[in-house]
């Protein structure tokens, strides 16, 4: 039904990473050290293959210095942390930025490309791809960037790297806004979330292939990844109903998902591994800080058993 995405099948289970505890945060500069990222990356190990990681900050650096370092059977996507080069007024959150602080994040923008390029060259038998950015064009994303510039971050990035390149992005803007930047890519990686589209978990499978059918029918034969996909355990009650969130809801949906993913032949990076206190509102049942299918304490959820099954 689908094209093969940028893996053969069967090549291992995908998983995006961040291994924030409590008091860690990306944006202070609090980062997981080397024995923390050592003891997610034993706990991940056997069951996951492939790590999704979202910038190149000290954090990625670590996670492959150890993979190397110790020899664990890990391959990497690196992505480049993006910031607004644009005010996006359909922010519901806010996303009015004024000039200066518009040029200082292309300047920073500018920069994680090319550290990304970097990384991806010091690695290259551990970086197996590359994202030029993540949610950066949806409609409600307060780090707008331009359709153009992603072009243009893509085709610096294609000429600078051996890996194929990608752009992660909500399934939406796939069908029109992207059609300018998917002649530049290897493979489109797409997000799926039926939760956050008040889908039931009834509905929430036949959701997803919806949402991954628009994007093959918009695109047909550009390989397709799904780089996040999952199902959060608490809400607060602000973007889902808190009944919808559980971890027995998460336990039926990943599973389902994996099944069906491996079926088709599709790469699916599951959101993800461990829960990150940092994230969202304060409120300790914001759902962003909910998706991991282990808790922050490292201790599985449901889910991690019903995988095992």
Known sequence: ?????????????????????????????????YEQIKQDLLILQGNWSLLRLYDCSQHAHTVLEVIATEELDFKVML???????????????????SDAVLQQNRDNNNKNINDMIALANSYPNLV?????????????????????????????????????????ENYVPWQEKLQPLTPHLDFISVHTYPVWE?????????????????????????????????????????????????????????PELLDWCKEEGITCFVFEAFDEPWKGSEDPAEPEKHWGLYRVDRTPKPVVAALQK
Request: proline content about 7%.
């Open 79 to 97: 992505g480049a942390d993006l910031g607004a080069e644009v005010s996006n007024p359909n922010c519901p959150w806010g996303a009015e930025y």
């Open 128 to 168: 197996i791809a590359v994202s030029i950015g993540n949610e950066a064009s949806v409609d409600w994303t307060d780090h707008l960037v331009p359709v153009e510039q992603l072009v243009a971050y893509a085709k610096r990035v294609k000429s600078a790297v051996e890996q194929p390149v990608t752009f992660c």
């Open 1 to 33: 039904m689908f094209p093969r995405g940028f893996l053969p099948a069967g090549a291992g289970n995908a998983i995006c990473y961040s291994g924030y505890r409590e008091g860690q945060d990306p944006r202070t500069g609090v980062f997981p050290d």
């Open 198 to 254: 008040y889908q039931s978990i009834d509905n929430a499978l036949n959701y997803t292939k919806e949402n991954l059918l628009s994007v093959r029918d918009t695109n047909p034969g550009v390989p397709i990844v799904i780089t996040e996909a999952g199902w959060t355990t608490m809400s607060n009650g602000r973007g889902m109903e808190p009944h919808n969130a559980s971890e027995s809801l998460q336990a039926r949906y990943v």
